[in-house]
């Protein structure tokens, strides 16, 4: 079993200098939007792969969401960009980018492997992780081939100190026991099972509970370089879905013969090596994603407090009721005079005919009007898009959080599912307008 297909979302946004002294992590961790939670990242990189009618397994780890892992496989059907799935397989919400390829290398038929990294700091003080998703189907190793994998279970104990076992994101713990104990004996392990040296790495990819440096690790295990992705704060698995980003993108960069190690640490570890595919050096094998640009949000916000109040009432009856047309999303199609229109209704509003019929709409289209709310009950004016969407019909909406601009007139957008509001202790997503690239 191999990587057939893979795709990646990281949020555009990126914590200022401000937030960055406050959580004491690196300016480069990803910040998912206000209303980007981790069904929408994972909905983002699920957009990247094509859609098949029939899935193999699915296989889903998602270390910080309020919707139930089957929940988030149902939307994402909804939405239209997955199939129906012969199981959903959970992952712990610790499991690394190594837990994954594990099981994915074991699997019986093709299936998809979904990692979301989405977590926030618990005070001030706490180091942050960034967020991401990939999205990654299984079958023929196009992309890359699952070479090895390798698994430690063990207790490695702080040996300057006794007493209780360190936290395991004490830096100097996790660059002398996590990295240089089980990092030296897991990479060793890796290498022998893929009939792998050093020579052959293009470089390894590390996650621990600690920032490393880099240049050192690659001179003590003889490689060109050693990453590390998610600004390198949190314990096992914070950053799975940048650890395989990284490491696809670093394959990618080093050609038909090359070979990248993945070491998720702590307490042991688990570990995989992968090899170019047929298809390694194409530009669509690449998973990464570009920043839009550098947004400030509030500390507040960052830290997951409500900065504005409870959205509308909603129940489970009507979230049922509307999910089919909203999340396609669905609107008619006359057949008396082919006009199109959204939402769904039993009569068509251009010439009262009806004689019509549900009809998918595209995501994509331009700017037609556009005003400003200043009365919706949020912390900042919002702004109300008008759509003409490529195929017809018109989409009414919110433009997302935080865009770089207001969107005018003519600019080139596309629909993205967002989190509209909360309530009665339920998500509700719906379609926000963004700019099209």
């Given at each position: 079993?191999?990587?057939?297909?893979?795709?990646?979302?990281?949020?555009?946004?990126?914590?200022?200098?401000?937030?960055?002294?406050?959580?004491?992590?690196?300016?480069?961790?990803?910040?998912?939007?206000?209303?980007?939670?981790?069904?929408?990242?994972?909905?983002?990189?699920?957009?990247?792969?094509?859609?098949?009618?029939?899935?193999?397994?699915?296989?889903?780890?998602?270390?910080?969401?309020?919707?139930?892992?089957?929940?988030?496989?149902?939307?994402?059907?909804?939405?239209?960009?997955?199939?129906?799935?012969?199981?959903?397989?959970?992952?712990?919400?610790?499991?690394?980018?190594?837990?994954?390829?594990?099981?994915?290398?074991?699997?019986?038929?093709?299936?998809?492997?979904?990692?979301?990294?989405?977590?926030?700091?618990?005070?001030?003080?706490?180091?942050?992780?960034?967020?991401?998703?990939?999205?990654?189907?299984?079958?023929?190793?196009?992309?890359?081939?699952?070479?090895?994998?390798?698994?430690?279970?063990?207790?490695?104990?702080?040996?300057?100190?006794?007493?209780?076992?360190?936290?395991?994101?004490?830096?100097?713990?996790?660059?002398?026991?996590?990295?240089?104990?089980?990092?030296?004996?897991?990479?060793?392990?890796?290498?022998?099972?893929?009939?792998?040296?050093?020579?052959?790495?293009?470089?390894?990819?590390?996650?621990?509970?600690?920032?490393?440096?880099?240049?050192?690790?690659?001179?003590?295990?003889?490689?060109?370089?050693?990453?590390?992705?998610?600004?390198?704060?949190?314990?096992?698995?914070?950053?799975?879905?940048?650890?395989?980003?990284?490491?696809?993108?670093?394959?990618?960069?080093?050609?038909?013969?090359?070979?990248?190690?993945?070491?998720?640490l702590g307490w042991g570890g688990g570990g995989a090596v992968l090899?170019?595919?047929?298809?390694?050096?194409?530009?669509?094998?690449?998973?990464?994603?570009?920043?839009?640009?550098?947004?400030?949000?509030?500390?507040?916000?960052?830290?997951?407090?409500?900065?504005?109040?409870?959205?509308?009432?909603?129940?489970?009856?009507?979230?049922?009721?509307?999910?089919?047309?909203?999340?396609?999303?669905?609107?008619?199609?006359?057949?008396?005079?082919?006009?199109?229109?959204?939402?769904?209704?039993?009569?068509?509003?251009?010439?009262?005919?009806?004689?019509?019929?549900?009809?998918?709409?595209?995501?994509?289209?331009?700017?037609?009007?556009?005003?400003?709310?200043?009365?919706?009950?949020?912390?900042?004016?919002?702004?109300?898009?008008?759509?003409?969407?490529?195929?017809?019909?018109?989409?009414?909406?919110?433009?997302?959080?935080?865009?770089?601009?207001?969107?005018?007139?003519?600019?080139?957008?596309?629909?993205?599912?967002?989190?509209?509001?909360?309530?009665?202790?339920?998500?509700?997503?719906?379609?926000?307008?963004?700019l099209d690239g």
């Amino acid at each position: 079993m191999g990587i057939a297909d893979v795709s990646g979302y990281v949020p555009a946004y990126r914590l200022d200098d401000y937030l960055t002294r406050e959580t004491a992590s690196s300016p480069d961790v990803s910040v998912p939007g206000p209303d980007e939670d981790a069904f929408t990242l994972m909905w983002e990189s699920l957009t990247g792969l094509p859609r098949v009618e029939a899935e193999g397994p699915v296989l889903l780890r998602v270390p910080d969401s309020d919707i139930e892992t089957r929940a988030l496989v149902a939307h994402a059907r909804a939405t239209g960009v997955l199939g129906e799935p012969a199981a959903v397989v959970p992952l712990a919400p610790d499991a690394g980018a190594p837990d994954l390829l594990a099981l994915a290398a074991r699997l019986a038929q093709p299936g998809l492997g979904l990692l979301v990294d989405h977590r926030r700091p618990t005070g001030a003080g706490a180091p942050a992780t960034a967020s991401a998703a990939v999205a990654v189907r299984f079958g023929p190793p196009r992309v890359a081939r699952v070479a090895a994998v390798a698994a430690r279970h063990t207790l490695t104990f702080d040996r300057w100190r006794t007493g209780p076992a360190p936290d395991q994101q004490d830096a100097r713990f996790v660059e002398e026991a996590l990295v240089a104990v089980e990092g030296d004996a897991l990479l060793a392990e890796l290498l022998k099972a893929a009939g792998r040296t050093t020579a052959d790495l293009a470089g390894v990819v590390v996650t621990c509970g600690a920032r490393l440096r880099g240049a050192r690790w690659a001179k003590r295990w003889e490689v060109p370089s050693v990453w590390q992705a998610g600004g390198g704060a949190g314990g096992p698995g914070a950053s799975a879905a940048h650890a395989l980003l990284t490491a696809l993108d670093r394959l990618r960069a080093a050609g038909p013969d090359g070979a990248v190690a993945i070491l998720d640490l702590g307490w042991g570890g688990g570990g995989a090596v992968l090899t170019a595919g047929t298809d390694a050096a194409e530009p669509a094998a690449s998973a990464a994603a570009t920043a839009r640009g550098t947004k400030a949000y509030g500390l507040a916000a960052w830290h997951g407090r409500a900065t504005e109040a409870p959205g509308p009432w909603t129940s489970p009856a009507e979230l049922w009721r509307e999910m089919p047309a909203l999340l396609g999303p669905t609107g008619y199609r006359c057949s008396d005079c082919g006009g199109v229109g959204f939402p769904r209704a039993g009569v068509c509003e251009l010439c009262g005919s009806f004689e019509v019929a549900d009809q998918p709409l595209r995501r994509t289209g331009v700017v037609a009007t556009h005003s400003v709310d200043h009365l919706f009950d949020s912390s900042d004016p919002v702004q109300m898009v008008v759509v003409d969407l490529d195929g017809g019909g018109r989409f009414f909406g919110q433009a997302v959080r935080d865009v770089p601009r207001r969107l005018a007139v003519g600019d080139r957008v596309r629909l993205v599912l967002r989190r509209l509001h909360t309530a009665s202790g339920l998500p509700h997503y719906f379609w926000k307008v963004d700019l099209d690239g």
